[in-house]
T-cell receptor
Framework: KAGVTQTPRYLIKTRGQQVTLSCSPI?????VSWYQQTPGQGLQFLFE???????NKGNFPGRFSGRQFSNSRSEMNVSTLELGDSALYLC????????????FGPGTRLTVL | AQTVTQSQPEMSVQEAETVTLSCTYD???????LFWYKQPPSRQMILVIR??????QNATENRFSVNFQKAAKSFSLKISDSQLGDAAMYFC??????????FGSGTKLNVKP
């Protein structure tokens, strides 16, 4: 069974630009969660999508948004990039029931110059 | 909000020896799930072990086992017969009933040959 995939693996952008990251979950999984990992703040929850609906949201500004498609693939968008948005962005998929194990993708490394 | 504390930023163990990584958490919920994830230099988060809070029996997975003390809100990971491939960052994580993860700051494990 294929694991969670994320594209692209690396991105370099400049301040003010916007970026879209993609996540394809494990086949059969309907929940996709996004996390930001930085040396200073550690791993922080961004949001979760289940059946094309945002079900849960972390404490991030509105510049961070996402969506999920009918095939459960999810995209995350960051607009008006800031230097502090440089991070490893991880997505994780699960069946979506309470307590289900989340399986992580390899991450997208975003660098904002 | 739930908090997860890993008080050991870095630990070292000799190959074939046993090491225990500590984790404590704070919650007012009675039903939740606890996980240990491993993040090697490749940055992919890999599930090590999972524990349901309603289960008194400690989870085990081959060389990995946990000591779950619900009253003390403690969830330590024991790695037996340590191998070079165990070297990584280890994250303790609390999963609430809304599928939201709260991660500790991580413990870097070094394995000496």
């Amino acid at each position: 069974k294929a694991g969670v995939t994320q594209t692209p693996r690396y991105l370099i952008k400049t301040r003010g630009q916007q970026v879209t990251l993609s996540c394809s979950p494990i086949s059969g999984h309907r929940s996709v969660s996004w996390y930001q990992q930085t040396p200073g703040q550690g791993l922080q929850f961004l949001f979760e999508y289940f059946s094309e609906t945002q079900r849960n949201k972390g404490n991030f500004p509105g510049r961070f948004s996402g969506r999920q498609f009918s095939n459960s693939r999810s995209e995350m968008n960051v607009s008006t990039l800031e230097l502090g948005d440089s991070a490893l962005y991880l997505c994780a998929s699960s069946f979506g029931q309470a307590g289900d194990t989340q399986y992580f993708g390899p991450g997208t490394r975003l660098t904002v110059l | 909000a739930q908090t997860v504390t890993q008080s050991q930023p870095e630990m070292s163990v000799q190959e074939a020896e046993t090491v225990t990584l500590s984790c404590t958490y704070d919650t007012s919920e009675s039903d939740y799930y606890l996980f240990w994830y491993k993040q090697p230099p490749s940055r992919q988060m890999i599930l090590v072990i999972r524990q349901e809070a309603y289960k008194q029996q400690n989870a085990t997975e081959n060389r990995f086992s946990v000591n779950f003390q619900k009253a003390a809100k403690s969830f330590s990971l024991k790695i037996s017969d340590s191998q070079l491939g165990d070297a990584a960052m280890y994250f303790c994580a609390y999963l609430d009933n809304f599928n939201k993860f709260y991660f500790g700051s991580g413990t870097k494990l070094n394995v000496k040959p």
